[in-house]
C-alpha cells in the first residue's frame, strides 16, 4: 500500500470522526436548550387550556388607542414599540418658555431636594402587565438592548442574573419579556419568556447617559446575557448617544420649580406652633424637616420649606415650591399653590413675597400661571406630558 492511499486512507478517518463530533456537539445543545426552558418545575399547562391543546400563536403587542406608546412606530420583528421619531423634532426642544424673573417669584432650583413621588414600583396590582411594562421600558426615554434565546426560558432561571445590573451611573436599567401568552411583562418568577428587552434611561434631570456609562452597559450586560444564555443586539454608541444628549437638552429647559415665599409680618413664628398650623392646613410633615401637600393619589402635589435647620426654634419665612414637570395640569399645582399660600397669610399673618421682600400682586401670579400653561403646552407637544410616567422618570 503506498503512502498516497494511507494519507486518504487517514483523511476518511479524521473527516468520520469529524462528523460524528460534530453532531454529538449539536445533540448536547439542542438537550441543554431543552433542560433550561422545561427543566425542574416547569409545568406544560402553561401551553394547554384545560385539556385541549392550544395552538401557538406568534407572539404580537397589542398597542391600542389608549396605550401612552400608541403613537410610536412599531418594529414587527420584536413586535416591540420602536423609537419614535427625536425629541429635537418637537417644538420643546429648544423652549420658548420664558420662566417668570426672580422678582416673581421664580426659582431655578429648589432650596432643596424636592421630596420624590411615589415610585413605579408602587403601581397597583390592577395594572395590566403590558402597560406595566411599556411603563417600564419606554422606547422614548430608553436605549433599547434585545437579548434573543434559542428558546424558551423561566423567570426564575434568568432573574439572579438580571438583578446584578440594574444601573449604570445614575441612569435605571429595566427588563421586561416576552411572555408565551403573547405579551410583553415585567419579569416575574413563574414567567416562560422567549425573549427580553433591557432598557437604560438614557438622561436623568442631571445628566446624559455618556460613552463610559454605555460602554460599562454593553460589557456587563453581554456578561448577563451570556450566564442566561441569551444573545444580545448592541444598538450602535453614536447613534445612542446622540439621542441621549438631545433628551437632556429637553430635561434641563423644562427642569423648572416654581416658588411662593411668605413673609412674617410680625416676629417670627415658633416652629413647634407653625407645625401644627401646616398640619391643620393638609401638609404632611416628612422626616427632613420638610412638609408636603399630598395629592390625593399617594403623590405630592408642592412642597413647603421653612428655610431653617431641624434644629431651628423659629423661622420668618416660608417658601412653597411647585416642582413643574412633576404636577400634570389637571391638578392645576401653581393655583392650589397659591390658593394655599393665601389661605396661610390669614393664618399665620403673613404676605406673599419674592425673593427680593417684594409684594406679590395677584396681576404677577397670573402672568406666571399664563407661563405655566405654555410650559405644559411644549411639554405636551414633545410627547413628555408633564406628570406622566415618562416625565417622573425623567425629573424625579
Known amino acids: 500500500m503506498t503512502d498516497f492511499q494511507m494519507s486518504l486512507i487517514a483523511a476518511g478517518g479524521v473527516f468520520v470522526v469529524g462528523v460524528i463530533s460534530y453532531n454529538k456537539w449539536q445533540e448536547y445543545k439542542a438537550r441543554k436548550s431543552v433542560e433550561r426552558a422545561f427543566a425542574s418545575d416547569h409545568d406544560d399547562v402553561l401551553m394547554r387550556s384545560g385539556d385541549t391543546a392550544v395552538e401557538r400563536q406568534e407572539p404580537v403587542l397589542d398597542l391600542g388607542a389608549e396605550s401612552p406608546l400608541a403613537p410610536l412606530d412599531v418594529d414587527p420583528e420584536?413586535?416591540?414599540?420602536?423609537?419614535?421619531?427625536?425629541?429635537?423634532?418637537?417644538?420643546?426642544?429648544?423652549?420658548?418658555?420664558?420662566?417668570?424673573?426672580?422678582?416673581?417669584?421664580?426659582?431655578?432650583?429648589?432650596?432643596?431636594?424636592?421630596?420624590?413621588?411615589?415610585?413605579?414600583?408602587?403601581t397597583t396590582p390592577r395594572t395590566p402587565p403590558a402597560e406595566l411594562a411599556e411603563s417600564l421600558v419606554d422606547p422614548l426615554i430608553d436605549c433599547l438592548v434585545p437579548l434573543n434565546f434559542?428558546?424558551?426560558?423561566?423567570g426564575d432561571k434568568i432573574l439572579p442574573a438580571l438583578q446584578k445590573l440594574r444601573r449604570v451611573g445614575?441612569?435605571?436599567?429595566?427588563y421586561i419579556g416576552f411572555a408565551v401568552s403573547g405579551d410583553w411583562e415585567p419579569i416575574v418568577h413563574g414567567g416562560v419568556y422567549t425573549k427580553l428587552q433591557a432598557g437604560v434611561q438614557m438622561a436623568t434631570r442631571t445628566t446624559a447617559l455618556n460613552e463610559i456609562?454605555?460602554?460599562?452597559?454593553?460589557?456587563?450586560?453581554?456578561?448577563?446575557?451570556?450566564?442566561?444564555?441569551?444573545?444580545?443586539?448592541?444598538?450602535?454608541?453614536?447613534?445612542?448617544?446622540?439621542?441621549?444628549?438631545?433628551?437632556h437638552r429637553f430635561v434641563a429647559g423644562h427642569d423648572a420649580q416654581l416658588g411662593v415665599n411668605l413673609a412674617a409680618n410680625g416676629e417670627a413664628w415658633p416652629i413647634t406652633t407653625l407645625i401644627g398650623a401646616l398640619e391643620k392646613q393638609g401638609f404632611d410633615v416628612r422626616p427632613d424637616g420638610r412638609f408636603s401637600m399630598p395629592d390625593g393619589e399617594g403623590g405630592v402635589l408642592f412642597t413647603l420649606s421653612t428655610n431653617v435647620t431641624l434644629g431651628a426654634d423659629a423661622t420668618s419665612r416660608l417658601t412653597l415650591l411647585l416642582d413643574v414637570p412633576c404636577?400634570?395640569?389637571?391638578?392645576?399645582?401653581?393655583?392650589?399653590?397659591?390658593?394655599?399660600?393665601?389661605?396661610?397669610?390669614?393664618?399665620?399673618?403673613?404676605?406673599?413675597?419674592?425673593?427680593?421682600?417684594?409684594?406679590l400682586s395677584d396681576e404677577a401670579l397670573d402672568e406666571i400661571n399664563g407661563q405655566v400653561a405654555e410650559f405644559y403646552q411644549e411639554m405636551e407637544a414633545a410627547d413628555i406630558p408633564a406628570g406622566s410616567v415618562r416625565a417622573l422618570r425623567l425629573f424625579v
Open 170 to 174: 445614575n441612569k435605571p436599567i429595566h
Open 150 to 154: 434559542e428558546g424558551a426560558v423561566r
Open 78 to 122: 420584536l413586535a416591540v414599540p420602536g423609537r419614535s421619531a427625536p425629541v429635537s423634532d418637537a417644538p420643546s426642544v429648544s423652549p420658548t418658555y420664558a420662566a417668570p424673573t426672580a422678582a416673581a417669584g421664580y426659582a431655578s432650583a429648589p432650596a432643596a431636594p424636592v421630596a420624590p413621588l411615589a415610585p413605579l414600583a408602587g
Open 327 to 359: 404636577v400634570a395640569p389637571a391638578r392645576d399645582g401653581f393655583l392650589a399653590m397659591v390658593k394655599c399660600a393665601k389661605e396661610l397669610v390669614l393664618r399665620l399673618d403673613a404676605t406673599i413675597v419674592d425673593d427680593f421682600e417684594q409684594p
Open 213 to 247: 456609562e454605555y460602554s460599562e452597559l454593553v460589557t456587563r450586560l453581554r456578561a448577563v446575557a451570556d450566564e442566561i444564555g441569551a444573545e444580545p443586539e448592541v444598538p450602535d454608541m453614536i447613534e445612542v448617544m446622540s439621542e441621549a444628549r438631545t433628551l
